[in-house]
């Protein structure tokens, strides 16, 4: 359904025209298949609303979305329409897998609508594996800033095609959590901000596991890198390790770890490069405010680097 109304509106928004008001009952089957309808104003220039249409086009609030570009205080011109129709389409998805509306981005606790309790066990019911995917694409989408949304229908397309293409990879690699059992934090961050303290906590976790692992496979390790950077007014750590295994010149590993908050919560994933082959995997996500100990974080990282190590291993020996 959302796939195809994104391309109904590539090909409105191409014609600067906006819907604005998009929401459940805008959404009728016709031969099976989803039709947009209420196109009827308003009309936008340079994807800015001019401001002589009906629903959210004129500032009336949508219950079923309520995006902060619509409050009252926020001029016309600083919105952007288009953006707001794709954000939009994100909420009727989450509403397609809920049943619930996402209401407002942020609630009183600065949760998004996918943090919130009472859709948390719902997600995971419809998504399963693919949770960490569908996770990712709610947090783009419900950014409170719209210049950190999806910006065009083809941007969320492809995240939706890549959440349909998905399929993972199964390999026992329990016999290699020897490798690294036993790890522990044993540091406590002491940072500028509570978000940089619970991110710094992460951060240390991955490094003793880092270190770990570079001292008990020194001859074939390479590389780790570890860094940290400010992205717009949010703190992001990253991370990387590269492995080549030394008796087999092509057999090469790259792990990009990202840890950031996101709402309400603290969220690690993973760039992994083997070859041409990339991938990328949501490994940890949790409340932030509750997050004084990194162990349950360096157990999945462990397994993590002890399952892409073994895959490595058995296509390359």
């Known amino acids: 359904m959302c796939l195809r109304i994104l391309n109904v509106l590539m090909y409105c928004h191409e014609r600067n025209m906006t819907h604005s008001h998009l929401r459940p009952d805008q959404i009728v089957m016709s031969d ?3 039709v947009l309808i209420d196109f009827s104003f308003p009309i936008s220039i340079n994807g800015y609303a001019n401001g002589n249409g009906n629903g959210n086009g004129n500032g009336k609030s949508n219950p079923f979305l309520e995006l902060p570009e619509y409050q009252v205080n926020i001029r016309v011109a600083e919105r952007n329409d288009r953006v707001s129709d794709i ?3 994100a909420g009727l998805f989450f509403y397609t897998l809920t049943r619930e509306e996402p209401g407002t981005l942020k ?3 600065g949760r998004m609508p996918h943090q919130r ?6 997600l995971l019911e419809v998504s399963q594996n693919r949770l960490f995917l569908v996770n990712q694409i709610f947090d783009r989408a419900f950014q409170w800033s719209h210049a950190e949304r999806y910006q065009t229908s083809q941007d969320l397309i492809e995240d939706l095609e890549r959440l349909k293409a998905y399929s993972k990879q199964e390999l026992s690699a329990s016999s290699l959590d020897e490798l690294l059992k036993g790890l522990r934090s044993s540091t406590q961050s002491q940072t500028v901000t509570p978000h940089e303290m619970r991110l710094q906590t992460a951060f240390n976790g991955l490094q003793m596991v880092f270190s770990e692992l570079a001292t008990a ?3 074939d390790f390479r590389e780790m890198e570890a860094g940290y ?5 949010r703190p992001v750590y990253t991370a990387f390790v590269k492995f080549n295994y ?3 010149p092509d057999a090469r590993l790259t792990m990009r770890f990202r840890l950031e908050i996101v709402g309400s919560e603290l969220v690690v994933s993973v760039q992994v490069a083997r070859g041409a082959e990339e991938t990328v995997e949501e490994l940890f996500r949790t409340e932030h405010n509750a997050f004084y100990d990194s162990s349950p974080l360096e157990k999945i990282v462990r397994n993590f680097l002890a399952f892409n190590l073994a895959t490595l291993l058995t296509a390359k020996v």
């Open 107 to 109: 609630d009183r606790e």
């Open 246 to 248: 030394r008796l087999v």
């Open 229 to 233: 950077r400010k992205e717009v007014l």
């Open 117 to 122: 309790p009472s859709v948390r066990n719902k």
């Open 32 to 34: 099976g298949r989803p």
């Open 87 to 89: 954000t939009a389409v």
């Open 217 to 219: 496979l020194e001859p």
